[in-house]
Structures are given as structure tokens and as C-alpha cells.
């Protein structure tokens, strides 16, 4: 789990650093519209869209582009259809790496995503080669600093957490995706800020990469992270700390 634990230790810097480029808004408008057009408009009977509006409020983005984004997903406004789509491949050092995707020409999407495969030492898989080495669970994090732990802890337990832990500055609550939402509400209540706050695909094991695997591993994920149809990436590998400092 460590390198998935270190990884998401600086996603808020690479999130903020995303905002500024525009790059995050629209990310998030395109998970507003699908997750509208999967389960509809209305936000409390719709959690996944309940959490892209959360995630958009937090990154600051006007109400009037999230109502905008909602009503494309639902059909009340015209605009693009978006398609879900996922991919694995395998990266430097034998790492395993899932991606998720929203787009509109998934030819366009594929090609991208081999292209930055091979080019860092890695190839895109047939679906299921590596899904297995993965446990789909929400993730949520909140600054160590901000938060007494064993006040953290309880709630977190308490609103239905299946583990809590802490690593590089961060507690990470870990819950079943259907408890995903019911965790995240509870610290809402408790006004317990949160840094992110995602169902994810988080690693069985992890593969531990030095040198030139190593840099080049975090290259591929920054930039598969970078593409425009690209939502999230979620990989095996476990890295030196000051690697992952650097990259953030």
C-alpha cells in the first residue's frame, strides 16, 4: 500500500497545480456530466454525482459550470457525450497501472494512452491483466495536522471506516465503496477537512522501483495524468519518498 500512500500524499499539490492550468475544471465538468447522465440530476439520490459536485465545489469551480455540466448530463442542455472507458497495461519494472478515462473519440484515447506507454518503457494490456492485483475502495485523506486522531478515528469507525492509517503526513481512511459515501457525510458533520476524497482502485502489493524504473514510472503516470480524457491513474509501484517529493 505504500506506494499508493506516498502517490496520494501529493495529489493536493498536483491538483493545485492543475487548477491553475485549467486542467482540473475540466476534468471535473466531464465527471459532473456523466456521473448526471448515469444517474440523474437530482444530487442526495445520486452519490457519485454527489461527490464530482463536492470535489468541484472544493476546487473552487463557479456553481453556474457545475449546474451547466448537470444539465448536459441530463439532456436538459446540448454538448458532448461522454463515454466511459478503462485501460491496464503494465509500466516500468513489471509495475502494474489501471487508468480511467471519459471521452468522446475512444480511438483517439487509446492511441494516446499506448503512445505514452511504450514511450516510457511500459505496453497497454488486454482488459483484466492487472485488474486483479487491485481492490476497488474509497480512499480519503486529511492532513495529519489538522486533526486529532483518535477524534479522527472514531468518527471515521464510527460513520462505517474499514481501516484508518497515517503515512507521509496524512491519515488515509480507507471503506468499501458503498460506504464511501456514509464515511465522507460523517466527517462533513464533524467539520473534518478533507485533502481528497475518491473511489479508487488501490494496489494489493506493491512493486518497489529504484533508478531509471523508477523515474521513469513516475514520468508515465504525471504524464498519463496530464491527458485531457484522462480521470485518474492508479498503480502498484512503491518509490523513495524524495523521488515522489521532487515529482510533486
Not at 181 to 199: H, Y
Amino acid at each position: 500500500m505504500s506506494g499508493h500512500s506516498k502517490w496520494s500524499s501529493i495529489k493536493h499539490k498536483k491538483a493545485a497545480r492543475d487548477a491553475k492550468r485549467g486542467k482540473l475544471f475540466t476534468k471535473l465538468i466531464k465527471e459532473i456530466t456523466v456521473a448526471a447522465k448515469l444517474g440523474g440530476g437530482d444530487i442526495s439520490a445520486n452519490p457519485r454525482l454527489r461527490t464530482a459536485v463536492l470535489a468541484a465545489k472544493a476546487a473552487s469551480m463557479p456553481g453556474d459550470n457545475i449546474e451547466r455540466a448537470i444539465k448536459k448530463g441530463t439532456g436538459e442542455l446540448g454538448g458532448v457525450a461522454y463515454e466511459e472507458v478503462h485501460y491496464e497495461g503494465y509500466g516500468p519494472g513489471g509495475t502494474a497501472i489501471m487508468v480511467q478515462a471519459l471521452t468522446d473519440n475512444k480511438n483517439r484515447t487509446v492511441q494516446e494512452i499506448r503512445h505514452l506507454f511504450a514511450r516510457h518503457g511500459g505496453n497497454l494490456g488486454e482488459t483484466g491483466c492487472v485488474a486483479w492485483m487491485f481492490d476497488n475502495k474509497g480512499l480519503i485523506t486529511v492532513e495529519k495536522a489538522k486533526v486529532d486522531e483518535d477524534r479522527l478515528i472514531t468518527v471515521a469507525l464510527e460513520a462505517g471506516a474499514e481501516d484508518v492509517r497515517e503515512d507521509d503526513g496524512l491519515f488515509e481512511i480507507v471503506t468499501e465503496p458503498e460506504a464511501f459515501d456514509k464515511v465522507r457525510e460523517g466527517l462533513e458533520r464533524e467539520k473534518i477537512s478533507t485533502v481528497t476524497a475518491q473511489v479508487t482502485m488501490i494496489p494489493k502489493s506493491t512493486v518497489f522501483l529504484e533508478g531509471q524504473n523508477a523515474e521513469q514510472i513516475l514520468k508515465l503516470t504525471e504524464e498519463l495524468e496530464e491527458l485531457d480524457d484522462v480521470q485518474s491513474v492508479a498503480a502498484n509501484f512503491d518509490i523513495p519518498t524524495e523521488l515522489l517529493e521532487k515529482a510533486s
